[in-house]
Nanobody, 118 residues
Framework: QVQLVESGGDLVQAGGSLRLSCAASGNIFGANTMGWYRQAPGKQRELVATITNSGDTNYADSVKGRFTISRDNARNTVYLQMNSLKSEDTAVYYC????????????WGQGTQVTVSS
């Protein structure tokens, strides 16, 4: 049984910063991609940023230059440093870990609320 536990969501003023954390516990085998997705009210879930075991990163255009994703492989933990927050960053942020080849898996956290007030 794999669990992803997110933390760090909060209410913050526009221009402020937050750091999200997600710790994965359980049987997670081999190389994988960890990432953050978000879902705003009335919108589809969208990719924010991902990072592989080797440190390769991918960001949504809307967060490039403001957000930084990182991970601690020894602790199966992924972080999202969010700076210069905007009201449009308001959403529930979900942590994900997946592996697209055998043994395949795809796990999600329960989500953490980020609210940016303007």
């Amino acid at each position: 049984q794999v669990q992803l536990v997110e933390s760090g969501g909060d209410l913050v003023q526009a221009g402020g910063s937050l750091r999200l954390s997600c710790a994965a516990s359980g049987n997670i085998f081999g190389a994988n991609t960890m990432g953050w997705y978000r879902q705003a009210p009335g919108k589809q879930r969208e990719l924010v940023a991902t990072i592989t075991n080797s440190g390769d990163t991918n960001y949504a255009d809307s967060v490039k230059g403001r957000f930084t994703i990182s991970r601690d492989n020894a602790r199966n933990t992924v972080y999202l440093q969010m700076n210069s927050l905007k009201s449009e960053d308001t959403a529930v942020y979900y942590c994900n870990v997946n592996r697209g080849w055998t043994p395949r898996y795809d796990y999600w956290g329960q989500g953490t609320q980020v609210t940016v007030s303007s």
